[in-house]
């Protein structure tokens, strides 16, 4: 090439370059940083109405970028929402199908995609897969479900501890790794934090905060279970399924073990021993008045599940104000560094959580609070700014959009789709109708099942024996108390939703043998 074609191809491309906003070399392509937390429900976040607590800096995310209003999970527990975000694949296909599985490292992930196209990629924070990361040029992550205090992490395959409080940890290892990558490559991290996971144990800056407080209880708070038998057997209830002293943080050696939960006795001495003495200090201090009304009430049953509830508000409440100040951090980085035009942010949960609702804790369950999960998005200039949108999003749809974003080809086995089609106005018309569930784990009295969710409707099909099934008219009973299912008017819509249930098992690749059932009615 002559020099004079030199200059003009280069112009060309510079130009193409401004034009398209598609950057040509590596540096200007654009960054990943893929925040999730555990066990964060949309309950618990003001932008999407919370009337529990305030969380300024996801709110902010919303306020500069998108907020997903039906953003789903396909298995709503910690290690299957992990596997999918990193393959795009429905748990049968990743193989995890609960917190037991290994996960195979070998398999086809977004990070490995990213790095070997140009990307530096990390990880810090929660993994949860048992196999060692893999893809990642650095990786700092929790053994297990990780400690609140001064926990332990392996680095790049060393054990390390590191002395303060989780949350904080997990975002100075995120932020000093952005400092030290290499800026010569875009990079991909995921910043996936512990809280707030049970037993939420907060930072002891926030032990008197929402000591005044009184949370209202769900709607759904006093569900008696009529039409759902299988919900009497559950053992997830605030009333009756809590641990005084791992959840409520009152010691209390006469106090019945809840066995069922296989919290020992010793499980919470075992994690104030690992505090510093001035971090057990501060935490006994903060916890005088909680353990002082516990002792001098003489509670009716009535009284002492509102102060469960109560305690587990503010516990779980105080835990996310640190995730939240994370978040602050995490932009406050990338804009003083000139890097928040280009990197796209995302703010997710691995699932929901209920906070009372049907009178319980925890997840698993097809119902709304559990099934969906939050997802904010933030890209200025390619993601429309304050927008709420209602397309029902799914966590199988992580890997397809990150790779999208990164101008990577993304592979046609995995099951998403790309969501850069929804950041400007979204075409709702030629989105997804329907959502698929299917849970498989065993344990806490929840039966495997699996549904389907459209904009209006959920159908669940349990496997309890013997089989049953429930169907919600999300519009008219959004807290999903009134099982229609068996109704002689929704005869027609159940055969419409089991005949898209089918045809997304079919989609999906679910095996056979698992379509038990199907045509009774
Ligand atoms: C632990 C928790 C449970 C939780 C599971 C799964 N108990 O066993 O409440 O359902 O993890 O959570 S704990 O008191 O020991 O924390 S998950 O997020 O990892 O799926
Ligand atoms: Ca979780």
Request: negative net charge; glycine residues 6%; contains cysteine.
């Amino acid at each position: 090439m002559n020099l004079k074609n030199f200059i003009l191809v280069s112009a060309m491309g510079l130009l193409m370059s401004c034009v398209n906003r598609q950057p040509e070399n590596a540096k200007n392509r654009p960054n990943i940083v893929f925040i999730m937390t555990d066990d964060h429900a949309t309950q618990a976040i003001s932008c999407y109405g919370s009337d529990l607590n305030k969380t300024p800096h996801i709110d902010r995310m919303a306020d500069q970028g998108m907020r997903f209003a039906n953003a789903f999970v396909t298995n709503s527990i910690s290690a299957p929402s992990r596997a999918v975000a990193l393959t795009g694949k429905y748990s049968h296909l990743n193989g995890i199908k609960d917190n037991h599985d290994v996960f195979d490292s070998t398999q086809v992930t977004f990070p490995k995609l990213l790095r070997a196209n140009g990307y530096e990629t990390a990880i810090v924070g929660k993994w949860h897969l048992k196999s060692r990361p893999s893809g990642f040029d650095y990786w700092n992550v929790l053994p297990g479900q990780g400690l609140y205090y001064n926990p332990e992490f392996i680095k790049m395959g060393k054990d390390t501890v590191y002395e303060g409080y989780v949350t904080d940890i997990t975002t100075d290892l995120a932020l000093e790794w952005l400092e030290k990558r290499n800026s010569d490559k875009p990079f991909m991290m995921m910043i996936h934090h512990k809280a707030p996971h049970r037993n939420w144990m907060p930072d002891t800056n926030y032990l008197d905060k929402y000591d005044e407080r009184q949370f209202p209880k769900p709607a759904s708070f006093y569900d008696d279970y009529e039409g759902r038998e299988h919900m009497k057997d559950q053992k997830l209830t605030i009333a009756e399924h809590m641990d005084i002293a791992w959840d409520f943080k009152v010691p209390c050696d006469t106090c019945p073990i809840k066995k069922v939960n296989r919290i020992p006795r010793n499980a919470y001495p075992v994690v104030l021993n690992r505090m510093t003495p001035q971090q057990r200090q501060a935490w006994e201090e903060g916890y005088v008045e909680e353990i002082k009304k516990f002792y001098s009430t003489d509670f009716t049953p009535e009284e002492r599940t509102d102060w469960n509830f109560q305690r587990y508000m503010e516990d779980y409440l105080r835990t996310i104000i640190s995730v939240d100040n994370s978040i602050g951090k995490i932009n406050q980085y990338l804009e003083k560094h000139g890097l928040a035009e280009n990197t796209l942010v995302i703010y997710t949960s691995d699932q929901g959580f209920f906070l009372g609702e049907h009178g319980i804790f925890d997840k698993r369950y097809m119902y709304e609070e559990s099934l969906r999960t939050p997802l904010i998005m933030k890209y200025p200039g390619k993601i429309k700014k304050g927008l709420v949108n209602e397309a029902m999003v799914q966590n199988i749809d992580f890997a397809p959009t990150f790779l999208d974003v990164a101008g990577v080809e993304i592979p046609g086995a995995m099951q998403g789709r790309s969501l850069t089609p929804l950041f400007r106005v979204p075409d709702l018309e030629s989105w997804r109708d329907a959502v698929y569930y299917r849970f498989y784990a065993n344990g806490w009295g929840v039966p495997k099942h699996h549904g389907v969710r459209t904009e209006n409707f959920k159908l669940i099909h349990f496997e309890t024996d013997p089989n049953s099934w429930e169907l919600y008219n999300l519009k008219e009973d959004p807290h999903e108390l009134n099982n229609l299912y068996g109704e002689p008017e929704y005869r027609e819509k159940i055969r419409e939703l089991k005949d898209k249930m089918e045809a997304l098992e079919d989609k999906y690749q679910i095996p056979e043998e698992k379509q038990d059932n199907k045509n009774e009615n």
